[in-house]
């Protein structure tokens, strides 16, 4: 199982990022989590969408301004993210939730322990 996550950088206040976390090593039945985790915070929950019938879920810190979705073909999660502001500078982590059924622990999406595979993480700074 691999996720390669990528997509990270410095943009002002006001701008727009697109992450990409590319997956492979497990098919049908998962979900794909973004998370992100700031200089002397906890690891939080930023979005996850499920494989199956393409539920998504956001934090309310993100949501309006936060979009993810998948491109199937390509088993590549995006997540685009709008109207950035500085506190959304953080490394941004995808992390992929494969023990069955999906559909029970993605109740706790923003949960990391119910995730079972971590990509590296991208910086995401934004600046003033």
């Known amino acids: 199982v691999q996720l390669q996550a990528s997509g990270g950088g410095l943009v002002q206040a006001g701008g727009s990022l697109r992450l990409s976390c590319a997956h492979s090593g497990f098919t049908l039945d998962y979900a794909i989590g973004w998370f992100r985790q700031a200089p002397g915070k906890e690891r939080e929950g930023v979005s996850c969408?499920?494989?199956?019938?393409?539920?998504?879920y956001y934090a309310d810190s993100v949501k309006g301004r936060f979009t993810i979705s998948e491109d199937n073909a390509k088993n590549t999660v995006y997540l685009q993210m709008n109207s950035l502001e500085p506190e959304d500078t953080a490394i941004y982590y995808c992390a992929a939730l494969t023990r069955k059924p999906v559909a029970e622990s993605t109740g706790a999406w923003y949960d990391p322990e119910v995730y079972d595979f971590w990509g590296q993480g991208t910086l995401v700074t934004v600046s003033s």
């Open positions: 969408i499920s494989s199956s019938g393409g539920s998504t």
